[in-house]
């Protein structure tokens, strides 16, 4: 029975296929609202549905000077992290279907993994295109990276516990944004730094390199990375959602709370210009560190000496 | 020692297809890290040879070919021909037609500039300018089908005159446009001098001074941007601008944000200049009788294109056909600034540098797209293709 | 600023009196055409306009007079204000050359390349002397702006 319960939660929920498609939902909501910030129609509810089911049809091309046994499992590896990070997450309000001490952490080198894996996928191949955008997405991951964590370990504090499902249970009706606001704006801009959106879109910028790090891919590659990139939304959404605003106890609130978190994303890229690498590198070292380490001085302080 | 640098070089090609690049042009940017250490143009993608194919065709037939040399600035090419064309054959247009051709110039040119700003915008990753400015551009693409009956390639002008008049209505819709594009023009100098992520990307980017503009010849808003006077709608005013003063609109810094300013003002002193026209059309006829024949002569036309100084040399030899026309575009000018600005910049301000010049490579190449109009599908080897265009511009065609 | 008419005079008065191998012209009345006689006047000529600060290198336009004549036409078109001052300089179809103006105008780059490709002009100074618009593995010994060009033997190479 364990087996099967396993194999559900990787391959059905909360891993696996509902997230997927969640997640295809998101991005799908992503681009309308972008759309209509913009004055566009934007795509139709099964856009981003047909674009993976496309790409996963297509013909995937290797390029030459690539070293296979790379090129091929890395959008797998970056996929199977984020969907391994969904069985710590509550995703759709219910509780995580597998939980440890620490796996906050976890979680959040998981989802790092996806952009190691993309770095690592631009530059595996000879394009100058992917070299630039590789260098481009590591350096980001470099920057946005530590405050993005800070920001998480934040509410971790303040519930004694780096178990994403205690966090959670403290935070549950408590809006830590209300306490923690810095914490809460790093966690937020950090998650559109780590998904490459605008203004943190230097390392896909297409007037200068096409498409970054992922230029050499197609196929099934490119589409696997996407679903990747889908998933992470998703499984960010939800920890901001869980821990800065009052947790999401159930699906309702899940949903609620995630896709105003999105709105606010969208608002966000529609309003702000793509931020240089060199640009970028300064924005979070110069403001995002230093407002993330204030937000703990003052967490340390009003905890008092107990931790 | 040096062909160990040459292998140490990391170069990253930008162009001939290139998604910061709505034309075909190539540059070979050479990188350290992120910062640009060379640069390399190479033009001709588009290269057309219609500097030759004018020679093969009679002066009417020829003005419709020179104004498909740009998709956005066609009416000037065709003004440049006209008035050129005019002066050798001693024949002047009416001034109602003259008022016309400025009017049309000038919606054309808001046209541009709107359609720069979002390219620019673009470029800079802030597509929201662009999404919004392409949607206010559309309101002019409609003035110019309304008045001309085409959105491209208007065909306004004809030999000796224009072919479309004005009435009432049409200068009743006009003006409602403008009020609309003013205020929206207003906005958007507002944001691209007040919008802080905007600003980062072109405040003291692409600087160049007045000494540079001057050395590197460039030509138009480029140049106007770092402070030199320079614009033949004002210097040396044709057809109907002696009538509408234009006043030059200038700034000095010379970076990319001033680039933006001097279009977006630009754009209001094209509102001012067409609600005086349409204000103070001068009656009467539209076209004067041109000779078939053109006497024996040379001419130099120069207009205000969008883009900058539109230099026409036009040659005859008292037949129906040209012996030279010699077409300077303002790109050409403004491309050799890119090459040098762009060194010492990061990588990622080589598009802004050059979107910042509004740089048009058909107007510089010269060519025309091939024309399907043969069914029969096959494939074509870039030899095959290029002989046919030469073998169709040589008048074999014809 | 100077005027149009301003600009001529000087240009017509720097012409006639300070090099004697020129000859001036007034086409139109906004245009002066300076006809140099030999090849070697055209920088000093070139150098003294930039010193007087007579306008800007406009373009430079290239024309082949025919088989009879058997010479091509440079035009340099400097533009200040109204007034267009051209340089007229013939040389030889055969082996023809003429100096590089990029010492003194860096623009006139783009310009010589292209004469120099489309006509087979040599232009002697030029830094960067491959092709500018046309394809890289274009027919050496021929040059479409020629009254001669022949599209056919461009067929029959390639």
């Known amino acids: 029975m364990e087996i099967i319960r396993d194999l559900i939660a990787l391959l059905f929920f909360p891993s696996g296929l509902v997230l997927l498609v969640l997640s295809l939902f998101y991005e799908w909501v992503d681009r309308k609202l972008l759309a209509q910030f913009q004055n566009r129609i934007g795509p139709r509810w099964f856009q981003p549905f047909a674009d993976v089911i496309k790409l996963l049809a297509k013909e995937e091309v290797i390029p030459q000077g690539v070293d296979r046994r790379l090129f091929i499992p890395l959008p797998i590896v970056g996929l199977a992290g984020v969907l391994t990070a969904a069985i710590y997450v509550p995703i759709m309000g219910m509780a995580p279907s597998h939980s ?4 906050l952490i976890v979680t959040v080198y998981l989802l790092s993994l996806l952009t190691l894996c993309m770095g690592l996928a631009g530059s595996n191949t000879i394009g100058r295109f992917s070299l630039v955008g590789a260098t481009r997405t590591l350096t980001q991951l470099f920057s946005y990276e530590a405050p993005f964590l800070l920001a998480l370990l934040g509410p971790a504090i303040v519930a004694g516990s780096w178990q994403i499902s205690e966090i959670t249970a403290y935070t549950e009706n408590r809006w830590l944004l209300l306490t923690q606001p810095f914490g809460f704006l790093v966690a937020l801009i950090g998650l559109m730094g780590k998904l490459e959106l605008p203004p943190f879109d230097a390392p896909e910028a297409e007037t200068e390199i096409v498409a970054g790090a992922l230029t050499g891919y197609s196929g099934r ?4 990375f996407h679903l990747g990139k889908g998933v992470e939304m998703l499984i960010g959404l939800t920890l901001i959602a869980a821990f800065y605003l009052g947790g999401v106890s159930n699906p309702l609130l899940f949903f609620v709370k995630t896709l105003a978190l999105l709105l606010i994303m969208a608002g966000l890229q529609a309003l702000l210009a793509r931020l240089r690498i060199d640009q970028t590198v300064g924005v979070w070292w110069r403001y995002g560190a230093l407002l993330v380490l204030v937000q703990w001085m003052v967490i340390i302080v009003s905890k008092g000496p107990v931790l | 020692m040096e062909e160990q640098q040459e292998v140490e070089q990391f170069m990253v090609p930008i162009g001939p297809q290139h998604p910061a690049l709505k034309e075909p042009g190539h540059f070979l940017i050479t990188v350290d890290g992120e910062i640009v250490t060379n640069a390399v143009v190479r033009l001709g993608y588009a290269h057309r040879g219609i500097e030759k194919a004018t020679e093969e065709r009679n002066w009417v037939r020829n003005l419709y070919l020179l104004e498909r040399i740009c998709g956005i600035c066609s009416h000037i090419h065709a003004t440049a021909y006209c008035l050129g064309l005019e002066r050798l054959a001693e024949v002047e247009a009416p001034p109602r037609a003259q008022a016309i051709r400025v009017l049309v110039a000038e919606l054309e040119r808001i046209h541009s500039h709107m359609l720069w700003l979002g390219v620019a915008a673009h470029e800079a990753g802030f597509d929201s300018l662009f999404m919004y400015s392409w949607r206010d551009r559309e309101t002019v693409m409609d003035l110019l089908e309304n008045l001309t009956g085409n959105r491209v390639n208007y065909s306004a002008n004809v030999l000796g005159g224009v072919k479309c008049d004005i009435d009432i209505v ?6 409602m446009a403008l009020e609309f594009l003013q205020e929206r023009t207003r906005h958007y100098l507002d944001v691209v001098t007040s919008d802080a992520m905007f600003l980062q990307r072109t405040r003291g980017i692409g600087v160049m001074t007045r000494l540079q503009a ?3 010849g460039v030509v138009g808003p480029t140049a106007r941007a770092s402070g030199v006077h320079r614009d033949i ?7 109907a601008y002696p009538s509408y003063p234009v006043r030059v609109v200038c700034e000095e810094k010379g970076d990319l944000e001033a680039r933006f300013v001097v279009r977006i003002n630009e754009l209001f002193e094209s509102y001012r200049i067409i609600r005086l026209i349409l204000e103070d059309l001068p009656p009467g006829e539209l076209r004067e009788k041109m000779p078939r024949r053109i006497r024996e002569g040379e001419t130099v036309s120069r207009v205000e294109a969008p883009r900058g100084e539109l230099f026409y040399f036009i040659k005859s030899n008292g037949t129906d056909k040209p012996e030279r026309i010699k077409v300077r575009t303002p790109t050409i000018c403004n491309m050799m600034s890119v090459v040098k600005l762009a060194i010492g910049h990061q990588l990622a301000d080589v598009p802004m540098i050059l979107a910042g010049i509004d740089p048009c490579f058909s107007c510089n190449d010269r060519m025309i797209i091939l024309e399907r109009s043969h069914a029969k599908q096959e494939v074509w080897s870039w030899e095959r293709l290029r002989q046919h265009g030469i073998e169709y511009y040589h008048g074999n065609h014809s | 600023m100077i005027t149009t008419e301003e600009a001529l005079t000087i240009a017509t008065e720097f012409a006639e009196n300070w090099l004697w191998t020129t000859e001036t012209a007034r086409p139109e009345q906004n245009r002066l055409d300076i006809t140099l006689t030999t090849p070697d006047d055209l920088i000093p000529i070139v150098v003294g306009l930039r010193v007087k600060r007579l306008g800007y290198l406009s373009a430079i336009s290239g024309l082949d007079l025919g088989a009879e004549v058997d010479e091509f036409e440079l035009l340099y078109h400097f533009c200040i204000a109204a007034a267009v001052i051209t ?6 179809r055969k082996n023809g050359s003429v100096q590089s103006l990029c010492e ?11 004469i120099s490709e489309m006509f087979g002009v040599t232009v002697i100074g030029l830094r960067n002397p491959e092709h500018l618009y046309l394809p890289d593995d274009w027919a050496e010994d021929q040059y479409p702006l020629r009254k001669d060009f022949d599209p056919a033997v461009i067929r029959s190479s390639t």
């Open chain 3, 87 to 92: 340089l007229r300089l013939r040389i030889p």
């Open chain 2, 214 to 216: 001057e050395v590197l």
């Open chain 2, 233 to 239: 709608r004002a210097e040396a005013p044709y057809s």
């Open chain 1, 100 to 103: 440890f001490k620490g796996d």
């Open chain 1, 221 to 224: 590659g490119l589409a696997l």
């Open chain 3, 104 to 114: 003194i105008i860096p623009s006139a780059e783009a310009f010589e390349r292209e």
């Open chain 2, 170 to 175: 049409q200068a009743d819709t006009i003006f």
